[in-house]
């Protein structure tokens, strides 16, 4: 527990994570990573896509969830059942999240500190799913600014915001390069779900 964040450290064994990376090969095959901008205009340095009824998405008239591929204009493939087992296991909610966001971080991307905050029940919680390249992962405070922490989250890592932490401040400073073997060609993928609406 960090700051009320939960962090299931190795919950994938090594097979696995190999199985959920195949399934979310084949969702970036049906809706394919795109690069989203920032209010201002700027690109991300992620790449992006999701699975499930909604899509995260982001462009200069801002934050939300949409029902259709920005690119394909196609509805997002379903939330494979190996994530949402996790869900289960982590969260024992009988609700499914509506939400999968894939997060592609390449040797130089990184996310800024935010709040996850586009969803309309800050009861449920956000479990988050590293694999690949270890990250640099900040936690802050629900109010803006004061003091944070870090920790590195590895391949196979769960983490939880929930509850009291469900608004906290966080964000990934940066990737290690070459620390997992996991995703041919290096990278990170992080998968964030969410109950939505
Ligand atoms: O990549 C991560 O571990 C965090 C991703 C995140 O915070 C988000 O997508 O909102
Ligand atoms: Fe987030």
Same mark, same amino acid.
């Given at each position: 527990?960090?700051?009320? +964040? &939960?962090?299931?450290?190795?919950?994938?064994?090594?097979?696995d994570? @190999? !199985? =959920?990376?195949?399934?979310i090969?084949?969702?970036? !095959?049906?809706?394919?990573?795109?690069? #989203?901008?920032?209010?201002?205009?700027?690109? =991300?340095?992620?790449? =992006?896509?999701?699975a499930?009824?909604?899509?995260?998405?982001?462009d200069?008239?801002?934050?939300?969830?949409?029902?259709?591929h920005?690119?394909t204009?196609? #509805?997002?493939?379903p939330? #494979?059942?190996?994530?949402?087992?996790?869900?289960?296991?982590?969260t024992?909610?009988?609700?499914?999240?509506?939400?999968?966001?894939?997060?592609?971080?390449?040797?130089? &991307?990184?996310m800024?500190? $935010?709040?996850?905050?586009?969803? !309309?029940?800050?009861?449920?919680p956000? +479990?988050?799913?590293?694999?690949?390249?270890?990250?640099?992962?900040?936690? @802050?405070?629900?109010?803006?600014?004061?003091?944070?922490?870090?920790?590195?989250?590895?391949s196979?890592?769960?983490l939880?915001?929930?509850?009291?932490a469900r608004?906290? $401040?966080h964000?990934?400073?940066?990737?290690?390069?070459?620390?997992?073997?996991?995703?041919?060609?290096g990278?990170?993928?992080?998968?964030?779900?969410?109950?939505?609406?």
């Open positions: 527990m960090l700051r009320g +964040v &939960a962090v299931f450290r190795e919950f994938l064994p090594l097979d994570q @190999g !199985a =959920m990376l195949d399934e090969r084949a969702v970036i !095959a049906a809706a394919p990573l795109f690069r #989203p901008v920032t209010r201002w205009g700027r690109p =991300m340095s992620t790449r =992006m896509t999701s499930g009824r909604w899509g995260w998405f982001s200069r008239r801002g934050y939300r969830y949409v029902g259709t920005p690119e204009g196609e #509805p997002f493939p939330i #494979p059942p190996s994530v949402l087992a996790v869900w289960e296991q982590v024992g909610l009988a609700r499914q999240p509506d939400c999968c966001l894939v997060n592609f971080y390449d040797a130089r &991307a990184r800024g500190l $935010h709040q996850d905050r586009d969803e !309309a029940d800050f009861t449920y956000v +479990v988050s799913i590293s694999l690949g390249d270890s990250a640099l992962f900040r936690v @802050g405070n629900i109010e803006r600014g004061g003091s944070t922490e870090s920790l590195w989250l590895h196979g890592d769960v939880v915001m929930g509850g009291p608004l906290v $401040h964000g990934i400073d940066r990737i290690r390069p070459s620390s997992s073997t996991l995703i041919e060609g990278g990170r993928i992080n998968l964030t779900l969410r109950v939505v609406k």
